[in-house]
């Protein structure tokens, strides 16, 4: 009898033993669980909010990894928060190139190369190509030469024609195609679409032997690679 209450009290404490272990155990899972779901979810938003700056179809960008840095400076986090749900309420920070574009409250240091995750925050860094619009202006004396060939160009093509009456400005042609035609004579600012070929050959065709000067007026861009930085908090 009192072997068989020593094997009851012995299988009882072991019970217990077992219980305390266990519940310890959960309390240790249920912590691991809190980081690990505060964790993905930082990196999610950080990884949504990188693919989405560098998107084909952003208004920002010319075409994926391309960004145009006139509009991209401009981005603001409500139009982050609107194209992007998870970063909604997070601590953001995006820098191009080392500078500040946006940022809201304090994300935790998640440092290193490519993707990088602490405790409560995540980073994402991508190497973007970067545009930047720059005005051109070439002028074309008729008496001595009847084209410019544009290196690099973008949107319209602005013409401006000035000619005495001993010079007749008929046509301009921009990669061989007629862009501009008037028989009687051309003259005055114009702005013209041309065909997006690099580099542009742009032609005057005009009759007579006296003075005339075309301006062409024109953007081009200018492009570097820059490091794209996404910082997103828990």
Not at 104 to 133: C, I, L, Y
Not at 172 to 187: C, F, K, N, T, Y
Not at 198 to 220: C, E
């Amino acid at each position: 009898m009192t072997r068989a209450q020593a094997n009851l009290l012995g299988f009882a404490a072991a019970v217990v033993i077992v219980v305390t272990v266990t519940v310890a155990g959960a309390a240790l899972a249920g912590d691991a669980l809190a980081d690990a779901d505060r964790q993905p979810a930082a990196a999610h938003a950080a990884d949504r909010l990188s693919a989405h700056l560098v998107a084909a179809d952003a208004t920002h960008t010319r075409e994926a990894n391309v960004l145009r840095a006139d509009r991209t400076a401009n981005l603001t986090l409500d139009d982050l928060d609107g194209e992007v749900p998870p970063a909604r309420g997070r601590a953001v920070a995006v820098s191009l190139g080392g500078e500040t574009v946006v940022e809201r409250g304090a994300v935790g240091a998640a440092t290193g190369e490519g993707v990088a995750r602490s405790a409560d925050s995540a980073r994402v860094e991508r190497r973007v190509r970067v545009e930047r619009a720059v005005g051109r202006t070439a002028r074309i004396d008729l008496a001595e030469r009847s084209g410019r060939t544009l290196p690099d160009h973008t949107g319209r093509l602005v013409v401006r024609i000035d000619t005495r009456r001993t010079r007749t400005v008929h046509t301009v042609r921009a990669d061989g195609r007629v862009v501009l035609h008037d028989a009687a004579g051309l003259s005055g600012r114009y702005a013209v679409r041309v065909p997006d070929v690099h580099p542009l050959s742009v032609d005057i065709g005009s009759d007579g032997d006296g003075p005339g000067t075309v301006t062409l007026s024109w953007t081009a861009t200018n492009a570097s690679v820059e490091r794209l930085v996404v910082k997103v908090g828990g």
